[in-house]
Each structure stands twice: as C-alpha cells, then as structure tokens.
C-alpha cells in the first residue's frame, strides 16, 4: 500500500496488553512499577478509546526467538533464575549484571516472555498490513544487552521487533525519546545501514548509561546511521520539538524508512522521579502526532517512566494520538481515579523552577552536526535482494548446544503453532 492511499484513510491501531504484567513487583523502593501499565490502559479504557482500536493479549515470546538477538546461555539463565534459587547463582546473576537494578523477582521470566513477544506480535502485524500502528507500553526496554541486564532492563524487546521489520522492510528507523540513551538498541545496530537509531537523551553529568554522545555515530556500514541528540536538564517543549522536528523531517527524507519504531519513555517529563527534563504531555505527544504524517507503519513502545499517575497519563494521551481522538483534560472516573488527585485532570504543567540550561546556541549547533553527518549518507541507501527468511526465523545454535534440554518441545511447538496461524500459507515448515 502507497503513503497516500495510507494518508486517505484512518489508521488501524494495534493495543497489546495484559494484565499480568500490570501485576508484576521489581521489589520494595525500586523505580520501575510495571503498575503503570495496567494504569495506563485503565484510563485509555475510561477515555472510551478501546472503541477506536483492536485490543490483543500478547502472545508469550519462546526462549528461541529472543536467542535470535540474545546469547542462549543468557537466555537459559533467565528462564532458570528465581528468588529462590538465586543465591546459589550467585556467580552467574554477576556474569549477566543482576543485582540492584535489575533484580530477581517472582514472574520475571513471564514478564520477559509477555511484554517481548507483544512487540514482536505488533512488528508482525505491521509487516502483514493488519495495523498501521501497534501500541506496546510494556515494551521498550532499551539497555538490555545481548547477553547482560542493564538499567531495568532483561531482553531487548526492541531489538527484536526491529530485526522482525527487517525481514519485510529494507531499513527501519528507530527513535528514542526516552531521558535515558537507547543504548542497547544502538549497540545491536551500530555496525548497519539497514537500522538508523535516533535518540535524544540527557547527556553528561554521569547520567545513565553515560552513551549516546554527538560524535558517536556508528561504525564499518553503519557510520552516520547512529544520531545521537545529547541534552541536558530542564529542556522545555518547544526546545526540544525545534530539534525533533526537523531533525526527524531530515531523515525521513534522505533514509526514507519503511517502517519505525518509536520509544516513548516517559521520563523525559516534567516531574518525574528520576528525570530533570521538563516536557508536557503536549510536547511529549508531539512527538508521536508529526511522525504519522509520514504514513509508515509505527511500532509505540512505552520505556521509562517513574512517576507511575504521570506515565499513565501520557501513555493514554498519546494512544488518543494514535487513534486520532481527541480527549478530555477531566479524567474519567476509573479504576485508579484516586491516583490522580487532587485536580483529577489528564494535563500536567512544567516545572517553573527548573532551568532550561540548554542555550540556543548549543541546540543549533548540534542539529547542524546531525545535518552534517545525514549529508554524508546515501539517499536510502539500497539493499541486495536476498530471499525473504521465514516470519519466525529460528537460529541455529552451536553444534554444542542441546536444544532438547535448553528449549523445550513445548515452546518450539508453541512458535510453529502461533505463526503457521498468523502467516497462513509462506512456508511450509519451520527448521529447528
């Protein structure tokens, strides 16, 4: 289908979601509530918005699709690893960076399966066609590495949503706007044209991951294919939309993407508990509002995000985005509606105390740094034709390795099973 056949019609939206995971508990004190979740599609409810958009229980992602991206005895490790028995792990939760901030907790190798195989899920139905935009909150965790946890985060549901795109589309482009660096999505990509990664992320002051610097670009085929937009604290909207926006009309023009995916981390906020950005919900929500006019099919990720009745509220204003809906700022009376006092409305205003100490001077010279480096590349650069590789490719593991006993029947069956149904008839057997 054509960007303007897609331009003349509504968007179908695509909304994964369980409960399940709403439910899941990182520990007492710690920052991430995937809580936030559940209360971010109970408002999305209340704002009548399940009626503009299909709504689907992710599927649980198998241990062999995320060894497609993540090294299999990290992958073994996660499925093994519980409160029970990880102090006799010990050596192993240090070889894979678990500890404090990505700890051990009931439900973790569920909670990894669920919200990795509804990005998965929604990437596939973008290639089908069946949505133009698939909405995954529980999704975008950014730093996970191929074989270690980094920053809240296990698999890197990202990457592999993307490397499902590229089976069907010949570059992707992946944007971050999370406070935080994509720092695990732009290392799997950093040596490749067909995935260029965009993040605007705080910079400096050892803020976490400490990546993402102007000069880091991408190496070997990948140079120039890794923009980085480093910012420092108490950027406001309209600073951060005069970069966004014509940094984002710039790439989409000379990489001409076929399909993006989008990271919607909420704390770059005003007001969140670990961030020092001063974004609205308007500004925020932008960002998602000027990428659908360039009609490509969208993947929406959720990502950080700790103010748990702030992330809720921008995760529901920017589904209304996605389904084109305009809402209310009196929220709706809901399951969490006392979350929200005392004035009960959707908006948030910015800080006023908070400087904006990124100057002028400094914002144009780092979107003409980006200009620069975009005017170094090929205009959508091409790709050789290759035949296309099943829609749930399974690697194959080391000789080594006894895929009897590392990955089960059960789940191998389970893969088969869900994409013969969803991919009627493009082959005729999956490999093991």
Not at 165 to 180: F, G, M, S, T
């Amino acid at each position: 289908m054509s960007r303007r056949e897609m331009s003349g019609r509504k968007k179908k939206v695509a909304y994964f979601y369980d409960s399940e995971v709403g439910g899941m508990y990182y520990g007492p004190n710690h920052p991430m509530k995937p809580h936030r979740m559940s209360m971010a599609y109970e408002l999305a409810l209340a704002y009548e918005l399940h009626k503009k958009m299909q709504i689907f229980s992710p599927r649980r992602c198998s241990a062999i699709e995320m060894a497609q991206f993540h090294s299999e005895d990290y992958v073994d490790f996660l499925s093994h690893v519980t409160p029970d028995n990880q102090e006799e792990l010990a050596g192993q939760l240090k070889k894979y960076n678990l500890g404090e901030d990505c700890p051990v907790f009931d439900g973790l190798w569920d909670f990894c399966k669920l919200y990795t195989g509804a990005s998965i899920q929604g990437a596939a139905r973008l290639n089908q066609g069946h949505s133009d935009i698939a909405i995954n909150y529980a999704g975008g965790l950014h730093h996970g590495k191929k074989s270690e946890a980094s920053g809240f985060c296990y698999i890197n549901d990202l990457v592999l949503a993307i490397l499902e795109l590229l089976k069907y589309h010949a570059r992707v482009l992946y944007i971050d706007i999370d406070i935080h660096h994509g720092d695990g999505v732009e290392e799997a990509f950093y040596t490749t044209d067909r995935v260029m990664t965009l993040s605007f992320h705080k910079y400096g002051d050892y803020f976490f991951p400490g990546t993402g610097d102007l000069k880091d670009i991408g190496e070997s085929n990948g140079k120039y294919y890794s923009l980085n937009v480093p910012l420092r604290d108490g950027i406001d909207d309209e600073s951060f939309q005069n970069l966004y926006k014509p940094i984002l009309a710039r790439v989409m023009e000379i990489y001409q993407p076929g399909a993006v995916v989008l990271q919607c981390g909420a704390d770059s906020l005003a007001h969140d508990r670990l961030g020092s950005f001063n974004l609205t919900l308007e500004g925020h929500g932008e960002c998602l509002r000027f990428l659908k006019k360039f009609d490509v099919p969208i993947l929406v990720t959720g990502g950080g995000g700790y103010t748990k009745k702030n992330v809720a509220r921008c995760w529901a204003y920017e589904t209304s985005i996605a389904v084109s809906t305009e809402i209310g700022n009196e929220i709706p009376d809901n399951l969490y509606h006392e979350y929200y006092a005392p004035d009960y409305n959707l908006h948030i205003q910015p800080w006023t105390t908070l400087e904006n100490i990124n100057t002028q001077a400094d914002l144009e010279q780092t979107k003409r740094k980006i200009f620069q480096y975009l005017s170094a590349i090929d205009h959508a650069p091409s790709v050789q034709m290759h035949k296309l590789p099943p829609e749930t490719y399974i690697p194959q593991f080391d000789d080594d390795v006894d895929l009897d006993t590392r990955f089960s029947q059960e789940e191998r069956d389970l893969v088969t099973e869900h994409d013969a149904e969803l991919y009627e008839g493009d082959y005729d057997q999956i490999g093991d």
